[in-house]
């Protein structure tokens, strides 16, 4: 017997109430449990396009902090797997914080910690306003990799290993062709040219932007006004400074050394959109005795700015646990963030002999 009599008097009334609704009612409750299930603040991408490597289209995109994606469901159709995303949430994870792509135990000793971090589907805006779960772009050339690293390995076992080892490996090889395969032709056209560069092309978006384009980021990353204090950044977070310097951690304590600002600034801020640190120190500045009447967070906007700074402190805050020393982590940090905060620099520096 059903759980669920649907002839009760509750049932009967819902489905009356549903009746009565117009549809542009309807559409109004859907659009309210959309928005309750994605979060109402999605970042909109300022480019996007189809992108084309080999015989795989994908769409491509760019956040307005420069930041590239690859649409979720055209990376699967690329790589081979055509799982799409359920309920259009990006729940693709397993207990192990890896798609499901990269689930299998075959697959784990060749996935890295750079790789695990690039993994976190991020929810986003197209230009046109439709809702999509992206990854960072830099995945697609690592899940390649992984693939053709399990290629590799178990065409050595054919090769060398033992009869019930070559057996098994067989086997594993003919269960994964179709995705080693797609992910072979996948690199060959990325060999011809870095998939940031592709994106660029099939998105329209340059990196070299004008001071203009610059300046409509930095509206939309600071507020008019400041924002009310709230704590910003999870106890963790500096927990995990102490114990990458070796300092003694005292929970509770808010005396901190102001070297932690300094490590606020280049590992939190400085991954911003080129100006928008700039612009953050103009709009609050120190007082004589050296301080901020409030902190730099408080300046961003509560619709791209906080959202961009709470990814920020959660990537860097996961490159801290995964790394067992401070020399592991620059080392970390650097692999993830290098290229784009030396973009950063070089794009101030242009900035500042135009405005010469």
């Known amino acids: ?22 549809s542009g009612e309807r559409r109004e409750i859907a659009q309210r449990g959309a928005d309750a299930r994605w979060g109402i ?47 259009g949430t990006g729940g693709l994870s397993t207990g192990d914080d890896l798609p499901f792509f990269l689930s299998a135990d075959i697959l784990k000793q060749f996935i890295s910690d750079e790789l695990r971090l690039s993994t976190t589907p991020i929810l986003f805006k197209l230009k046109s306003g439709q809702r999509t779960v ?11 990799e992984v693939y053709l690293k399990l290629r590799d390995d178990l065409n050595a076992k054919i090769a060398s290993g033992k009869r019930s080892e070559k057996k098994s490996a067989k086997s594993a090889l003919k269960r994964y062709e179709p995705i080693i395969d797609a992910c072979d032709r996948l690199t060959r056209g990325l060999a011809r040219r870095g998939i940031t560069a592709l994106v660029d092309d099939a998105t ?18 600071i507020s008019p006004t400041l924002l009310s204090w709230t704590r910003k950044f999870p106890p963790e977070f500096f927990e995990q400074i102490y114990r990458l310097h070796n300092w003694e951690y ?13 490590l606020i600034n280049k590992y939190i801020y400085e991954p911003l959109p080129p100006g928008v640190l700039e612009e953050m120190k103009h709009k609050l500045p120190k007082n004589p005795s050296g301080n901020r009447r409030a902190k730099l ?13 709470d990814r920020q402190i959660a990537d860097v805050l996961m490159i801290m646990r ?3 020393d401070l020399k592991g982590f620059e080392h970390n940090f650097d692999k993830i963030y290098g290229k784009q905060l030396q973009l950063r ?3 101030m520096n242009e900035i500042k002999a135009l405005s010469a």
């Open 134 to 144: 992206g990854y960072d772009a830099m995945l697609l050339p690592m899940v390649c």
């Open 204 to 221: 329209g978006y340059r990196a070299n932007q004008t001071k203009e384009d610059m300046l409509r980021v930095i509206a939309e990353y």
């Open 250 to 262: 005292k929970p509770g304590s808010v005396r901190r050394p102001s070297y932690i600002g300094k």
């Open 41 to 87: 603040d999605l970042l909109q991408a300022t480019h996007d396009g189809p992108l084309e490597i080999g015989d795989a289209l994908l769409m491509a995109a760019v956040l307005p902090s420069g930041k590239r994606l690859l649409a979720q469901g055209t990376l699967l159709r690329a790589i081979g797997r055509s799982r799409t995303p359920k309920a």
């Open 297 to 309: 967070w408080q300046t961003l906007s509560i619709d791209t700015g906080v959202p961009h700074l």
């Open 345 to 347: 620099l070089r794009f």
């Open 1 to 22: 017997m059903s759980k669920h009599n649907d002839s009760s008097p509750q049932s009967k009334g819902g489905t009356e109430r549903a009746r009565r609704l117009s």
């Open 322 to 324: 995964l790394s067992e």
